[in-house]
């Protein structure tokens, strides 16, 4: 079974404009498994069930070999020695182990942390709890278009940083940071670059060497492959030292212990050698989609705001925001959609996402965003249809919106001075 | 070929059919359970199912689950959480996971059975008011022998101590019910009862304030962030459920066990069964054949197509000399040449014939081996 044919299969099995489960866009919260993916892991479970651990029987080996064919993939994705890559449990994982155990292991010379206030939440709030153990922290803000002030970078680099932890591609705006320069400022200043790629892995060409990143977190589920799996690049040269976050038998060199789960590692393995392939047109496929989505939106509604620098983004991803609608009367009404306000980590609460609101975003801009994101399996059907119900959504509650109605008539909003209740 | 014997159910389990149904079946769905729309929504559901099918193997409520990557991490959670500002006390035979989690812990002795001694924990308690977080695993997972669990706990919780469980080796294995045990938390994992790798849990059946190994995200009510695992998770929930259906079967398995090492000594009349005077878990052998070596036990068998091991399955390659049976005073000879059956779900009448058959083989050939040795002449200088 390919790609091509299940997704042939799903446009049949939902006939041509309408269908009969919601249609999925919201790949960054996490995407469908490629049926190949799958195809390579089925032998884990089932006859190659042993404990990749095991070192003294066929079964034990045979996991072993499926991991360590894995290790070679993701390594090979990033330009990186098989021998620097430690598998966890996912890409939080990763965040925590990278940022903690760095921190940790070089306390007694530096303390100091540099990240960015729109960073994922596991990022934060790992350097939160690094402040209540005694770490400094300085969360950079970033500009109007979500990307980094370099300049500001510099200057905000001491003596005492350990570490500058900068996400590659961001969860809700698709931001691409520049990496190689982050990379060049941090290596001529003595300072380890761990970036979260969560999201940036395996769909924007990185190289761990010609960035000089040496730490960089990898997710499985973000890139067609299983959950539960990710990874942590771990820089050998010059060597980048970690306290564990998890001890036990001493498996991953220390870095990780616990028995490796050989399916999912294969599984994040297949993933990632399948995105070296088809990279390029994956990207190229998936970002005429997103291109048809945001024109076909904004050549019917006006008032419409991309968060977030166009040019600099993940082909995958839009974060739009609707004026004049309210942001749980646009989500009611496109129920059979997919998509996600805000990042799914938080999305349940029905705050304002800190990230736009770091961009500038208004409070009520903010509360009107829809994260759309695209992917392998994305059609141009769905594309279609999502951006018809949306603009169909808002076109609905602007014309039941007095202030709508205000705003056409050409009354400036934020003039109108309004009553005491 | 034959398929393998595999008998090393210790190290891991083979999956069970209904796991790799429902696992496949889940892998082949989308959805982040955070997500608020219908795919994220169906997650969550399965993921809940699971979570009251992992609950009831152990008798606990659903809430008390917290699932993690694994009974490593599980046990490393409980540590870190109940053993924030407490001295920590654990039983010589602990898993690495426990006792590598657990720096510059106390560590409460065995006796030749490989039980922890209760005298020695209560004289430890009562020598240091200080208040103790004691870990005591429910079955070694080398000999099998089960831990007097309940009186632990009574006897920590009446000095104020908090108490941790390794479960690991015992879920699925035997009847468990948290509550009897007295455990605050109990570490699970399901690849060693038939679910997938990858996958575990802690139960947390006492009072007890979260405090997280890693954070971001705030799943599990804040114990363990990360997207879950959604297609493990199913598949630990069916495994769980089947484990728990099928522990008289397993329990059955003792008998098997007993025949088994009855027959090996039969076969080599010098062998040492370990633990065999402590109840054991149904399906755990730990045999030592004085005079060769385990790793060449294991090797010869492999050889013959059967699956056992020396010791736990970790990471270095290197077969360390048993901790757990140095604590029970084995001379270090002997535990030099002890290896590990395992046996479980899949275990056929067959499967033992070959053992035996292969390790009096084994045995038969390295005699003559060491024979033709003794008779050479010394090779010249």
């Known amino acids: 079974m390919t790609a091509m044919t299940t997704t042939k299969d799903a446009e049949t099995a939902r006939g041509s404009n309408a269908p009969k489960r919601p249609v999925y866009l919201d790949y960054q919260a996490t995407t469908p498994m490629d049926p190949r993916v799958l195809e390579a892991m089925m032998p884990y479970f089932l006859e190659k069930f042993g404990n990749p651990h095991s070192r003294n029987h066929t079964h034990g080996w045979e996991a072993e070999e499926g991991v360590e064919t894995a290790r070679k993939q993701v390594a090979d994705l990033i330009g990186a020695d098989e021998r620097e890559i430690v598998f966890t449990s996912g890409a939080t994982e990763s965040n925590n182990l990278a940022i903690s155990g760095v921190a940790n292991f070089y306390k007694d010379k530096k303390n100091h942390i540099i990240t960015l206030v729109t960073e994922h939440k596991c990022v934060l709030d790992t350097c939160r709890h690094l402040e209540l153990q005694g770490f400094e922290v300085t969360y950079l803000p970033v500009q109007q278009d979500g990307l980094l002030d370099l300049e500001l970078l510099k200057k905000t680099i001491t003596d005492k940083t350990v570490v500058v932890s900068v996400m590659g591609a961001h969860n809700e705006i698709g931001v691409l940071q520049p990496l190689k320069e982050i990379g060049e400022i941090c290596r001529a200043r003595g300072v380890f670059f761990h970036t979260d790629c969560a999201q940036a892995f395996g769909k924007i060409p990185l190289d761990v060497n010609e960035m000089k990143i040496d730490l960089m977190s990898i997710s499985g589920h973000k890139i067609y492959g299983p959950k539960g799996i990710g990874a942590l690049y771990v820089r050998r040269r010059p060597r980048v030292r970690l306290v564990p976050l998890i001890h036990g038998g001493g498996q991953e060199r220390g870095f990780r212990s616990g028995t490796l789960p050989a399916p999912l590692c294969v599984g994040l393995g297949a993933a990632a050698e399948i995105a070296k392939r088809e990279m390029a047109q994956d990207t190229e496929r998936v970002g005429k989609l997103r291109d048809r989505f945001y024109k076909r939106i904004t050549d019917r509604l006006p008032e419409v705001y991309l968060n977030g620098d166009l040019k600099n983004r993940l082909a995958s991803n839009l974060n739009l925001s609707f004026a004049y609608v309210e942001g749980e009367g646009l989500m009611m009404g496109i129920k059979d959609l997919s998509v996600s306000s805000g990042s799914a980590c938080t999305s349940a609460s029905l705050e304002p996402s800190y990230v736009l609101r770091a961009l500038g975003v208004t409070e009520d801009l903010a509360h009107t965003s829809l994260r759309i994101g695209f992917g392998r399996f994305t059609t141009e059907d769905e594309v279609d249809y999502a951006a018809d119900r949306i603009i169909e959504a808002v076109q609905k509650l602007r014309n039941m919106s007095p202030l709508w109605e205000m705003a056409q008539e050409g009354i400036d909003i934020k003039s109108i001075k309004w009553a005491a209740h | ?381």
């Open chain 2, 1 to 381: 070929m034959t398929r393998p014997v595999y008998l090393d159910y210790n190290a891991t389990a083979p999956l069970k059919p209904a796991v790799i149904e429902a696992m496949t079946s889940a892998l082949a769905e989308c959805g982040n359970a955070s997500s608020v729309h219908r795919f994220g929504r169906l997650a969550r559901r399965s993921i809940e199912t699971a979570r009251e099918e992992v609950a009831a193997l152990v008798n606990a409520a659903p809430h008390q689950v917290v699932f993690t990557s694994g009974g490593t991490e599980a046990n490393n959670l409980a540590l870190a959480a109940l053993g924030r500002g407490r001295r920590l006390v654990v039983s010589a035979v602990e898993h690495d996971s426990v006792l590598k989690a657990a720096a510059g812990a106390e560590i409460v002795p065995v006796d030749s059975r490989g039980e922890v001694d209760l005298s020695a924990l209560k004289a430890m308690l009562e020598r240091d008011a200080r208040p103790a977080l004691v870990a005591v695993m429910l079955a070694n997972n080398e000999t099998g022998a089960i831990q007097p669990v309940a009186q632990v706990a009574s006897l920590a919780h009446a000095h104020g101590a908090l108490v941790h469980c390794d479960a690991v080796q015992a879920a699925g294995k035997m009847d468990i019910d948290v509550a009897r045990l007295g455990a605050d938390t109990l570490a699970l994992s399901a690849h060693k009862l038939g679910g997938p790798q990858g996958i575990g849990a802690l139960v947390v059946a006492g009072s007890v304030d979260v405090r997280p190994l890693f954070v971001g995200g705030g799943q599990e009510r804040g114990w363990r962030a990360g997207t879950e695992n959604t297609a493990a998770i199913r598949g630990f929930g069916v495994a769980a459920r089947l484990a728990r259906e099928d522990i008289p079967a397993m329990q059955d398995l003792a008998r098997v066990r007993d025949e088994m090492e009855a027959r090996l000594l039969r076969a080599a009349s010098e062998a040492v069964v370990f633990a065999s005077g402590s109840s054991r878990l149904p399906n755990t052998s730990c045999i030592a054949l004085p005079g060769i070596a385990a790793e060449t036990q294991v090797m010869a068998l492999d050889l013959a197509g059967v699956a056992v091991s020396a010791g736990s399955a970790c990471s270095s390659g290197k077969v360390a000399p048993s901790h757990v049976l140095r604590a029970m005073g084995v001379a270090p000879e002997l535990t030099k040449t002890a290896i590990r059956i395992s046996l479980g779900w899949r275990t056929t009448a067959d499967d033992i014939d070959h053992l035996v058959d292969a390790w009096a083989v084994l045995r038969a050939r390295s005699r003559s081996l060491f024979a033709d040795r003794a008779g050479s002449p010394a090779p010249a200088a």
